[in-house]
């Protein structure tokens, strides 16, 4: 009888000690919910076969991922062992003391080579040029352009254009060739329209769209390091972006005031549009027949140049991080030196997601992979991004509140709103004491 | 008082056997009511007063400074936060007026004998059990432009209703309209079964018209009712949050709850929204103060 119960406890005693000691091998990412989520999901499964270490991705729509996350950081939530998050983000996130300090891992990995500049430059290194590191770019991301090839190449078509224009109809390599392709294929008789672009002002959308401009435009947000705005977001090159912005919305279709990646995905899909604006992420959508009746006649180019030539996308992607409040955070350090290892970064672009390594990125094999991995792999060598400050989401609602009415619905001109906004982003800086 | 006022407990219950007197029992269901009332409610909203003159942030570890009343004073000169009291003004006024006539037309034609009454009527209080999230994600495919029903339905083609600056609040209070009459609705269908019928009967026999009778009659009589579904609505339409975010995103439709919410979950500005969200309950007790006493004035006669 004795043993039995002897052996009823140890039994007992076993079990609890098997199951804590399996739970300390679990962890969980925090991520929005989209496909990529999905292939780091299958990508964490060959993890747990290799070590035996459960990773879970946990995901949100894309609408409260910010929320959520900073809900739970700000309430030191342990729920969460890392959080692939928004390159903006990092800080508030740093400054707070959200994530982890990587610098020390990033220098031993060399991250700083490993990694294609731009996304070390934004998604890792805050305060900017500061040497300090808190996140592993993890998906890479840029705006590019679907195109409808069919449109595009149809005889017809080409010689009307010609005609109209007196240059050849071919995917634009500048904004005004945009402009003028937009205007072309505008038909709203036929139930055609000439572009599809992000309006969407409930997060980054319309200001990310903006931004592909302006850069392009040869413009700048302000000055990162200082903090000036003024004469940098207001320039003459801003105001010419913001009012091409302004005329390609009289070229989308109708209803096109609250759009973002999925309507702009749909705009391809359900032949609204002949050029449509999106992440590279949404891209492997398009070119699967199952989601896009199109697929065969979709085709890819990068966001065109600026009237003086200079090229540049807004970034979008997000890096990998560690929580502070979390309990595995060795484990979790275990992870990322698995994660960034080549052979994991190979499989990590074969499964669809976009890899940040600039050696994967390099290689013919991934730019050949899809009909859109070069045009991702030019623009991830020159992107830029808004402000990381950790007051960055006061910046994006006022700029959201000073641009919408103007790109929407025409109110004022685009130089009153981008001096509004200057002053704006002075006084919100002034109230931090970044500036004077 | 109260005590003496209080029945008393019967000697052969479980309670008085197990030796709990009246005042214990009272006690055993009020105490943990009030005690959640105060953790839950009153706590927080005497602390967030504290948080509303600070500039407290809740996602960073800088120790919050009191600032006084520089939360009020930037807030009440922020001519956006004026323009979403306007909007919010402007969309209570529109939707609560609309669900008065809408609820209240429909609980007259239904206050007679008509066959199938019940089960009209219950198919008619369907829309305000759905959930707000999805009234707002059908009206918005009912609103689309392309392919959307309305505009099919009514011949409007492309009509926009919810991209043109103008029109989305319309937009908005309409799908409130549509999903709150039926609430304006049952409570003046209660309101109207309630007048006395000898009443018209003797309107009748003194020979006085359908609208004579309405006016000295029936809307008196069911004042009172109405007055408590409209203090209802308002204070649920100036609160109004899901809605407007779900169907639109235009700065036309930015009611003060939207902007609350951003100040708070977006830009973690906790001290600024705290007192913001006091500006909006001072407004809602001011209006709501209002309404009841012309609720007792109308009462009274």
């Not at chain 1, 979790?332 to 190979?346: A, N, P, R, V």
């Amino acid at each position: 009888m004795r043993n039995r119960i002897t052996g009823l406890v140890a039994g007992l005693g076993l079990t609890l000690a098997c199951s804590t000691s399996v739970f300390a091998q679990e962890l969980t990412i925090f991520w929005a919910e989209w496909d990529p989520a999905n292939y780091l999901q299958e990508l964490v499964n060959e993890y747990e076969a290799e070590t035996g270490v459960k990773v879970t991705v946990e995901t949100t729509p894309w609408s409260d991922f910010q929320t959520k996350t900073f809900t739970e950081l700000n309430a030191r939530g342990s729920a969460y062992d890392m959080v692939v998050g928004d390159s903006q983000w990092i800080g508030a996130a740093s400054e707070a003391g959200h994530y982890v300090d990587l610098t020390e891992f990033f220098n031993k990995h060399d991250l700083n080579n490993v990694m294609a500049p731009a996304t070390v430059k934004y998604y890792a290194e805050y305060p900017s040029s500061s040497g300090k590191y808190w996140s592993i770019p993890a998906e890479g991301d840029a705006v590019g352009w679907s195109y409808r090839k069919d449109w595009f190449e149809d005889p017809k078509e080409m010689e009307a254009f010609k005609a109209k224009y007196g240059y050849d109809l071919a995917p634009p390599a500048t904004w005004a060739q945009m402009r003028d392709i937009a205007e072309f294929f505008h038909r709203p008789d036929q139930n055609r329209y000439g572009i599809a672009i992000y309006t969407d002002n409930s997060y980054d959308g319309l200001v990310m769209g903006v931004e592909n401009a302006i850069f392009s435009y040869g413009g700048e947000l302000g000055d990162y390091a200082t903090y000036k705005v003024d004469g940098i977001i207001n320039s003459e090159q801003n105001v010419k972006a913001l009012e091409m912005y302004r005329e390609l919305y009289g070229f989308t279709p109708p209803g096109w005031a609250k759009t973002f990646f999925v309507e702009n995905n749909q705009a391809i899909t359900e032949n609204l549009a002949a050029m449509s604006m999106n992440y590279f992420a949404f891209f492997p959508a398009l070119t699967n027949e199952a989601s896009n009746p199109n697929a065969k006649n979709t085709g890819f180019f990068a966001n065109p140049a600026g009237p003086d030539g200079h090229q540049f996308a807004a970034l979008g992607g997000q890096g990998i991080s560690v929580i502070s409040y979390s309990e595995n955070q060795e484990e979790s350090m275990k992870f990322l030196e698995w994660f960034i290892k080549d052979e994991t970064q190979k499989r990590w672009a074969e499964l669809g997601g976009y890899t940040a390594s600039a050696k994967v990125l390099e290689s013919e094999e991934f730019q050949n992979a899809t009909p859109y991995n070069k045009a991702f792999y030019e623009t991830m060598f020159k992107v830029k991004d808004f402000w990381a400050t950790p007051e960055y989401a006061e910046l994006l609602i006022q700029m959201n509140q000073r641009v919408y009415p103007y790109i929407t619905a025409g109110q004022g001109s685009a130089k009153e709103v981008l001096d509004a906004l200057a002053a704006d982003w002075n006084a919100t800086f002034k109230k931090y004491n970044r500036v004077q | 008082m109260t005590t003496l006022t209080m029945t008393t407990l019967d000697p052969r219950s479980r309670a008085a056997r197990r030796g709990l007197s009246d005042l214990s029992i009272r006690n055993l269901f009020i105490i943990p009511t009030i005690i959640f009332l105060i953790v839950f409610n009153i706590f927080p909203l005497l602390y967030s007063l504290g948080y509303s003159f600070t500039d407290f942030r809740a996602s960073s570890n800088a120790p919050a400074n009191f600032v006084g009343l520089d939360n009020y004073r930037t807030l009440l000169n922020d001519p956006f936060i004026w323009s979403n009291f306007a909007i919010t003004a402007k969309y209570v006024i529109v939707s609560v007026t609309g669900q008065v006539i809408v609820g209240f037309g429909v609980a007259l034609l239904l206050n007679r004998e008509i066959p199938f009454k019940g089960l009209i009527t219950t198919l008619l209080l369907l829309p305000m059990m759905l959930s707000m999230a999805v009234v707002g994600l059908f009206w918005k495919l009912l609103y689309d432009p392309s392919f959307g029903i309305i505009n099919y339905a009514f011949g409007l083609g492309r009509f926009e209703w919810l991209s043109n600056p103008d029109m989305a609040l319309y937009a908005v209070a309409l799908t409130d309209i549509w999903m709150w009459s039926p609430f304006v609705m049952l409570l003046s269908l209660a309101g109207l079964s309630a007048v006395p019928k000898h009443l018209y009967e003797a309107a009748a026999i003194d020979r006085a018209g359908p609208i004579y009778t309405f006016f000295r009659i029936t809307l008196p009589l069911v004042a009172p009712i109405l007055m408590i579904a409209i203090i209802f609505r308002t204070m649920e339409a100036f609160k109004t949050f899901d809605l407007a975010y779900i169907l639109t995103s235009q700065p036309t439709t930015e009611v003060i709850s939207i902007r609350l919410y951003k100040m708070a979950f977006q830009e973690w500005q906790t001290g600024m929204s705290c007192a913001l969200a006091y500006i909006v309950l001072i407004m809602v007790i001011a209006i709501t103060n209002i309404y009841v006493k012309y609720l007792n004035k109308v009462k009274e006669r």
